[in-house]
């Protein structure tokens, strides 16, 4: 993966993880367009991720320092367990249990099978639509406060879908939030604050697996014979996707506030359609050479 290559998935990275649009399918598809036959792989968007969500952490600074102080002042029996922030907080860890469970029980299948471009087409049109529907007829006027254990799980849930490419974490849980009668800002708001431990645990995750085998001289030769991303490549679209991510997030969480996900559905549809043609015609290869 040449520096240019990196910058680019940087890019797309940055421009998709928030929006619900599917920023893994993106990488996937981008990925594959500059390299034919080749998929830049389950572990290297899962690294570049940490940069998107270093910037959930920056947006998100005083929310989440808030709720991890107060929930450990409830620990210490300085505060009830019924405080917002510390409920918020219990909801979030469990909320951040499916998508762990799933992710290491199926690694092997996320890594592999579930990458295939058809499945991607597949749930890009497929949660586009619930989306659409979501937005268009729930109710849309609870908030977080109003966040129930119920409504914690069923958040998980819906965010652990995201490990299927195409389906988008933040399009999966904002579509079950409005779903559950949250509205657009709550569900956006909710699912960014539950994807920074999931993201930021597989990303370490990976990253521990992978990084060390690249600062031996045998397996940058290795990478570099298979086409996978060098080190260097890694850092640079990392750094490009927390700068262009926090942009993202600041529009995002201002557009949401006064229009609804339409343009998103339409997108989603528009490029799994074009991408079932692309796929139709034999111009990507569905395995990435797998």
């Known amino acids: 993966m040449s520096f240019i290559e990196a910058v680019v998935l940087g890019l797309v990275q940055g421009l998709t993880e928030f929006l619900p649009i599917s920023s893994s399918a993106h990488v996937r598809v981008v990925g594959e367009l500059m390299n034919p036959g080749e998929d830049p792989g389950a572990a290297f968007t899962a690294i570049i991720q940490l940069g998107t969500e270093t910037a959930v952490l920056i947006y998100f600074w005083k929310d989440i320092t808030r709720i991890i102080g107060r929930w450990f002042k409830a620990l210490a029996g300085k505060i009830p367990h ?24 199926f690694e092997s299948q996320i890594d592999h099978s579930l990458r295939n471009l058809y499945i991607t087409a597949t749930m890009l049109i497929l949660f586009g639509i619930l989306l659409g529907f979501a937005d268009r007829f729930a109710p849309q006027r609870k908030e977080l406060t109003e966040l129930s254990v119920r409504d914690g799980i069923l958040f998980g849930l819906a965010q652990a879908l995201a490990l299927i490419p195409g389906v988008s974490r933040s399009g999966g849980t904002i579509t079950a939030g409005l779903l559950m009668g949250y509205s657009r800002k709550a569900a956006a708001r909710y699912a960014f604050l539950l994807a920074v431990p999931a993201v930021f645990a597989s990303g370490l995750y990976k990253a521990a697996k992978e990084v060390p085998v690249l600062f031996t001289a045998e397996g940058r030769a290795v990478a570099a014979a298979a086409g996978e991303p060098s080190l260097l490549a890694i850092a640079v679209a990392t750094v490009v996707a927390f700068v262009v991510g926090f942009a993202v997030i600041v529009w995002f969480m201002r557009i949401i506030e006064n ?24 111009a990507v290869d569905p395995l990435g050479g797998a």
């Not at 609804?260 to 043609?277: D, K, N, Q, T």
Request: charged letters at 10%; proline letters at 4%.
């Open 259 to 282: 229009h609804s996900y339409l343009m998103f559905v339409v997108y989603r549809v528009v490029a799994g359609l074009l991408l079932l043609a692309m796929l139709w015609f034999g």
């Open 82 to 105: 019924s405080d917002p922030d510390v409920r918020m907080g219990w909801l979030v860890i469990l909320g951040s249990i499916p998508i762990g469970v799933l992710g290491l029980l």
